[in-house]
């Protein structure tokens, strides 16, 4: 399996041919279908691109796939919503700098609609499928990103983040997501869910890739991995996990030097990140008809004007004084490790009320603090489980990622 890096070398050397690697891609992608990962493949718009690269770039002749709430010209920017069917009219500022780093576009991938749900059912073209069981969830809400990376069809995928929507996925689909530091990637042209804790990520095979591409798209300095200095938080809430993914908790925690950690209350982080996203979210959809959107997500904005304009600004001061508690756990530790998910990936039977809980309950707070967050893949019996990595900069959640993925 080649780097993103190593690709890239091969196709500005010749060693690799960019129609080669766009034919295997659209290939997969056709083979993977039933999955519903791809909401769109732009079979004629790749092809024309590889054939005329012009063998440059960081990231030269690598395919890459759009989550589609991100506008991509000239393709459709639809949200997952059956109320919307626009055409992009320009490339979000983090798709051009994929174009000018060499990558092709080869399609937009499946998002619960709006980005507004951690399960990935919820899509005008019905629900996203784990390519380890099909009848089990992606996650979300960057459902397509995750399964697509995990399929085989691209080696990189953009997706977005708000309460967890890149590194959930990840988690249950058993491949790498990187959410960076808040405004790491721009998030212009990019359709808001909360703009005070919506990040931009990537979805990878491995973390040392993710680590490439953000060094790409986003300037992130360079990595140094050395022995970290680890948390693991004695919050319970943070360990309330199903029993196969204890086991695989456990056995990643073997070999690891790891200090206990106090992390701000979950209950205080989890309610304040949803009173800041509620509002604003409500926001972000008034003045547009909701007669066509998901039940679920209808619902979740009814709920959502329920929080009180005091409610919403005393999240933001307690956010701030949360963020300051975060900051003094990593006076001690280089990063603080948790389960990604309580969980493996729950049935697509499953009711949302009874799984919401189970996926987001650790994701919040990295975006509340905006701070760096990745999810890594770890060895499970079965269903794929993730591993949260959460630091105070993308360059220190990028090494220890990789020193952990190193030590496999």
């Not at 920017?77 to 994929?98: H, T, W």
Request: aromatic content about 4%; glycine content about 8%.
């Amino acid at each position: 399996m080649r780097t993103l890096e190593e690709i890239a070398a091969g196709v500005r050397d010749g060693a690799l041919d960019p129609v080669q690697l766009v034919e295997d891609a659209l290939a997969r992608a056709a083979d993977t279908a039933d999955l519903n990962a791809i909401v769109h493949l732009d079979v004629d718009g790749a092809r024309k691109a590889a054939a005329a690269h012009a063998r440059t770039g960081a990231l030269a002749g690598v395919p890459v796939l759009v989550k589609e709430i991100i506008e991509v010209e000239g393709l459709p920017y639809r949200c997952g919503s059956a109320s919307m069917d626009e055409i992009g009219q320009q490339d979000a500022e983090v798709v051009r700098r994929l174009r000018a780093a060499g990558a092709i576009v080869i399609g937009l991938s499946h998002t619960h609609e709006f980005a507004y749900g951690c399960t990935g059912t919820s899509n005008r073209v019905g629900p996203c499928r784990n390519p380890h069981d099909p009848s089990r969830m992606t996650g979300g809400s960057s459902s397509g990103s995750a399964a697509a990376v995990a399929a085989g069809v691209v080696p990189l995928a953009l997706g977005t983040d708000t309460a967890g929507s890149v590194r959930i996925p990840a988690a249950l689909c058993g491949v790498v997501g990187f959410k960076p530091s808040y405004d790491t990637l721009p998030t212009d042209r990019v359709f808001p869910l909360s703009q005070s804790l919506d990040h931009v990520g990537v979805l990878t095979r491995t973390a040392a890739d993710a680590a490439y591409a953000l060094s790409v798209l986003a300037g992130m300095g360079s990595v140094t991995t050395r022995r970290p200095r680890l948390g693991v938080p004695t919050n319970p809430e943070y360990l309330q996990l199903s029993p196969e993914a204890r086991s695989a908790w456990t056995a990643a925690l073997e070999g690891l030097d790891t200090l206990d950690v106090r992390l701000p209350d979950w209950s205080h982080s989890f309610s304040t990140a949803a009173n800041l996203q509620g509002p604003e979210a409500v926001a972000n959809h008034r003045g547009r008809s909701q007669d066509r959107y998901q039940p679920d997500v209808r619902q979740r904005l009814i709920e959502a004007a329920q929080v009180k304009p005091a409610d919403y600004r005393r999240a933001q001061e307690d956010a701030a004084s949360i963020t300051a508690e975060l900051d003094a756990v990593f006076q001690h530790v280089d990063a603080v490790l948790t389960p990604t998910v309580l969980t493996t990936a729950p049935p697509l039977t499953a009711a949302d009320v009874d799984v919401r809980r189970q996926l987001l309950n650790n994701t919040r707070l990295a975006n509340l603090t905006r701070h760096a967050a990745v999810s890594l893949p770890i060895p499970a019996d079965g269903l794929p489980v993730g591993l949260q990595v959460i630091a105070a900069s993308n360059e220190q959640a990028a090494a220890v990622a990789c020193w952990i993925e190193a030590q496999r």
